[in-house]
């Protein structure tokens, strides 16, 4: 036991909130305005060395490292002194961003917290593609790489967290590569967004709406986004349109002022998950009577949204999920056949990143 006098170990630690706990639009409560800032001031946390953080539109995960010396501060290895670090990054994370007292009263079960093993394994699905929303997509492995790049240009991260990322970042791409999860991802907004344009031609003359706020409506918001569409943002309360336009864009609208300006909008998109219909004859048929042009309306709802009746309405033309859904299911079922042989690859190669990482500690 003498050897170890004096021996620096270190914690690893992950905590995160993702969209698998938490809906999107009460996510942006949680994240930082600016991700260098919030890495620093982490990293002013007494015992914490070094600071990673990974803020996209479906996650914001911490990565942190405590050094602990094992002969001074004995009481930092016991879980009492492993809670005042995760305390401190509670207190932290509410000081800096605008979660309300309701999201702070929950906090403990919205939050997970990793260590060890479990970190390098939660990355490594992450940076393989395996835990986005859209199974396969690229663009989380580039944010990995970019909070890498910001973490270091404001120097919060270290030898650990360098060494954790890089060897990650190297080995998702190998996995990307052999086992095609990233060939040809499409997302059902790439579907949605491209049936839409056939149909009706989408640009930015186009007035633009999109009802609803969860992971569909997010998929949608995400093309338009790359396609530089602008668009209307509506919920069934104006706080979840708001939220939702905090990370997705979109300018919110009152869902009332929706219904009765509703012969505005050209292309509707409907992606919500209420139980009943949102858009009937009845309420809009007085505000479409003398519409002149055409309005498009997909339904991309689970059970659908909108009722079959408003084709009565002249020029409105109703397309619904089940037009789309073969193409996106195809996909989908590609990529969940590809799944267990990167899975496979992950526990292969985590016990090797594991040790090269216990390396370090010596």
Known sequence: MGDDMGKISFDVM????????????????????DVAAACQEFKKIP???ECIIIQTASRVEIFTVSNVET???????????????????????????????????????????????????????????????VVGKKEIFNEISQSLATAKSVGTSGDILNKLFDSVIRLAEKMRVTTGIEDNVISIGDVAVKLVDEKAGLDDKKKVLLIGTGDSAARVAKTLNKKGIKFDVTSR???????FSVILGGMPVDFNDVLAGFDKYDIVFVATTADYFLITFDRIHLVMEDKKKGTLIMDLSEPRAVEE??????????????????????????????????????????????????????
Not at 92 to 114: A, C, K, N, R
Not at 237 to 243: E, K, P
Not at 315 to 334: C, H, M, P, T, W
């Open 14 to 33: 992950n905590t995160r909130v993702t969209f698998k706990n938490i809906p999107l639009h009460t996510l942006s409560k949680f994240i930082f305005k």
């Open 47 to 49: 015992n914490v060395d």
């Open 71 to 133: 002969d001074d501060s004995p009481d930092a290895r016991r879980p009492e002194g492993k809670g005042l670090v995760l305390n401190q990054i509670k207190d932290t994370w509410i000081s800096l961003s605008s979660l309300e007292q309701i999201d702070i009263d929950h906090f403990d079960q919205t939050l997970e917290v990793y260590k060890g093993d479990d970190v390098y394994r939660n990355l490594l699905r992450l940076a393989a593609g395996l835990d986005s929303v």
């Open 237 to 243: 309360t104006i706080d979840r349109a708001t939220g």
């Open 309 to 362: 009746g408003i084709t009565a309405l002249p020029g409105i033309k109703l397309l619904f999920k089940d037009q789309i859904s073969e193409i996106y299911e195809e996909n989908v079922r590609a990529r969940a056949g590809i799944v267990p042989a990167v899975e496979k690859i992950i526990e292969k190669e985590l016990p090797v990143l594991s040790a090269r990482m216990t390396i370090l500690e010596a």
